[in-house]
């Protein structure tokens, strides 16, 4: 029996390995149940509409004033600020709208950097805030999605 010394072990290697060969037989478990698939289904079509609430607020700025785009996201920008009403003013809703509002509306948007400065948050702290931002803006869009 051969034993490898500490630096001779490659675990990434070995955990990419593991990790697609669990992922491979959860797929293989899961191909035919339908219960999988609507799931999946579901997750693909959510992507897909914050993906496109995503595109839209960065063509936001480029469009003509009186563009489809801009007059939607106007209004889906003011329903979302409506929604701090229901949330019962919270100041986190209200400050991650308004980071929303200063990464992509603004004429002279701020970056990231700035934005973490305003409202004392990380990078990661502040892609969550933007994506929960994108998903309330896609759910006032397309729709609320329950989990079943």
Same mark, same amino acid.
């Given at each position: 029996?051969?034993?490898?010394?500490?630096?001779?072990?490659?675990?990434?290697?070995?955990?990419r390995?593991?990790?697609?060969?669990?992922?491979?037989?959860?797929?293989?478990?899961?191909?035919?149940?339908?219960?999988?698939?609507?799931?999946?289904?579901?997750?693909?079509?959510?992507?897909?509409?914050?993906?496109?609430?995503?595109?839209a607020?960065?063509?936001?700025?480029?469009?003509?004033?009186?563009?489809?785009?801009?007059?939607?996201?106007?209004?889906?920008?003011?329903?979302?600020?409506?929604?701090?009403?229901?949330? $019962?003013? @919270?100041?986190?809703? *209200?400050d991650?709208? !308004?980071? &929303?509002?200063?990464?992509?509306?603004?004429?002279?948007?701020? +970056?990231?950097?700035?934005?973490?400065?305003?409202?004392?948050?990380?990078?990661? $702290?502040? @892609?969550?805030?933007? *994506?929960?931002?994108? !998903?309330? &803006?896609?759910?006032?869009?397309?729709?609320?999605?329950?989990? +079943?």
């Amino acid at each position: 029996m051969m034993i490898l010394e500490a630096d001779q072990i490659d675990m990434d290697a070995i955990m990419r390995s593991v990790t697609a060969k669990a992922e491979e037989m959860y797929r293989e478990l899961h191909r035919n149940d339908p219960e999988e698939t609507e799931r999946r289904e579901r997750e693909e079509l959510f992507a897909w509409e914050r993906a496109l609430i995503r595109q839209a607020l960065e063509r936001y700025r480029t469009e003509q004033p009186d563009s489809t785009i801009r007059k939607v996201v106007d209004i889906l920008i003011r329903q979302h600020a409506d929604m701090k009403k229901v949330c $019962g003013g @919270d100041s986190t809703f *209200t400050d991650r709208h !308004n980071a &929303l509002v200063l990464k992509y509306i603004v004429a002279n948007p701020f +970056t990231n950097a700035q934005l973490c400065e305003r409202f004392h948050l990380s990078h990661a $702290g502040l @892609d969550k805030w933007i *994506t929960k931002g994108i !998903n309330e &803006l896609a759910e006032l869009f397309f729709g609320v999605h329950f989990e +079943t």
